[in-house]
């Protein structure tokens, strides 16, 4: 596995997040939904970057599993505590690859009555949207790479570490 982002360098990018959301929302209360389990780290550090009264829910929604690959299938897992009607929404997402998560989740919780709805990311892989979703602020944009790290897993591990790292698959030779 190599680092392709270190500790210092997610940190430095997710308190200018925070800086410009504060601008952005001034005088608001925004309404923070974390799409667990990825998004917990970088959800937790965001809202502390945001210098404004804010609140948080969380929401689960299917993920790869053990595959690598997406199946193009998103269930709700566990919905959220709180409504949203009348809140200034926005989703915390760790990664958006080929945008069928988000574009769930946009649709989802669009339809609860929000004031306004925006998503913010730390990482998205544009190169491998298969729906067109918009993303308001993004943290990295990153090649076609599977990345694991600060929240980001690989069969459920490896979320633990602090910094991303981008994993190297090697292909098992066949048995003599
Ligand atoms: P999407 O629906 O294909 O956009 O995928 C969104 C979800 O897939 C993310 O929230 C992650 O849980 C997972 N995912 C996408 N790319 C990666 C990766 O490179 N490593 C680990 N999980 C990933």
């Known amino acids: 596995m190599k680092v392709l982002l270190s500790f210092d360098q997610i940190q430095a990018r997710v308190l200018e997040m925070g800086a410009q959301l ?18 917990c780290p970088f959800m937790t550090d965001l809202a502390q970057a945001i210098e404004l009264p804010l609140t948080l829910d969380y929401i689960a929604v299917s993920s790869y599993g053990r595959a690598t690959k997406s199946t ?19 989703i915390v997402e760790d990664i958006v690859d080929t945008g069928l998560t988000l574009n769930y989740l946009v649709n989802l919780l669009g339809a609860r009555g929000p004031r306004s709805l925006k998503v913010v990311t730390l990482l998205s892989k544009p190169a491998r949207r298969l729906v067109s979703v918009h993303v308001d602020y993004v943290g990295f944009t990153i090649e076609d790479e599977f990345v694991v790290g600060y929240g980001i ?21 066949p048995k003599e």
Do not use: C
């Open 22 to 39: 504060t601008a952005d929302y001034s005088g608001r209360e925004p309404h923070l939904v974390g799409v667990l389990k990825g998004a």
């Open 72 to 90: 193009g299938e998103v269930k709700l897992v566990k919905d959220l505590d709180q409504g949203l009607e009348g809140r200034d929404l926005l």
């Open 153 to 173: 897993d690989f069969a459920q591990r490896n979320r633990n570490l602090p910094h991303i790292g981008k994993v190297r698959f090697i292909e098992e030779s």
